[in-house]
Each structure stands twice: as structure tokens, then as C-alpha cells.
């Protein structure tokens, strides 16, 4: 157990590594790129529902918290992703209130 332990935590290790802050996970979203794809559906201050097509959902969650963060500071999650026939699917963020653990 020990071994496949150490195994584990080297491969991470290493993983980890190849992460530098050149990556372009760490780059600004493309607005104007999302905005072609991605429709918004429903918005209220408790949750936001976007409509896409040919783009990810880790691409529209950073619109999303923006969204919710205007909304009085909350923090947007993932709820839902809904799969329609037309081949849209529909992301729904929920807007929740950050713990306070002052």
C-alpha cells in the first residue's frame, strides 16, 4: 500500500510540474469568443442558465462568476448541465453566499 502511496504522490509530483503560469489554463478568457457561442437562457440573483454549443463549460465558468460575483459578492458552482435534442446543451450556475469563517 505504501509503495503504490509513494507512486501516487511522485506522479503528481511531476504532473504538477508541467503547470507553469506560461499555461494557457491560467490566460484571460476570450470574451468575444464565448459570446458567439453561448446564449443566456434564464439569470435571476440565485442562479444563471447559459445555452452553448462547440465550447466547454469550464470556458463559460468564468462568465458565470462573474455574473454571480456582481450578484453581492457570491460565488458561481456548477448545478446542472442539461443535454437538449437540437445538440445545445444548457449549463445552470448556482449563486451561493461564500461561508464566512471569521
Known sequence: MTKLSL????????ACS????????????DFTYIAS???V???????VVYEY????VDE??????IYCH?????????????TRP???RRAVFACRKLPDFR
Open 70 to 82: 456582481d450578484r453581492g459578492g457570491k460565488q458561481a458552482s456548477l448545478y446542472e448541465i442539461i
Open 60 to 65: 463559460i465558468a468564468p462568465i458565470a462568476a
Open 37 to 39: 457561442h453561448v446564449k
Open 41 to 47: 437562457v434564464d439569470k435571476s440573483p440565485t442562479h
Open 7 to 14: 507512486i501516487f504522490s511522485l506522479l503528481l509530483i511531476s
Open 86 to 88: 437540437d445538440n445545445y
Open 18 to 29: 508541467f503547470m507553469d503560469d506560461n499555461s494557457p489554463m491560467w490566460e484571460n478568457p
Open 53 to 56: 454549443k462547440d465550447i466547454r
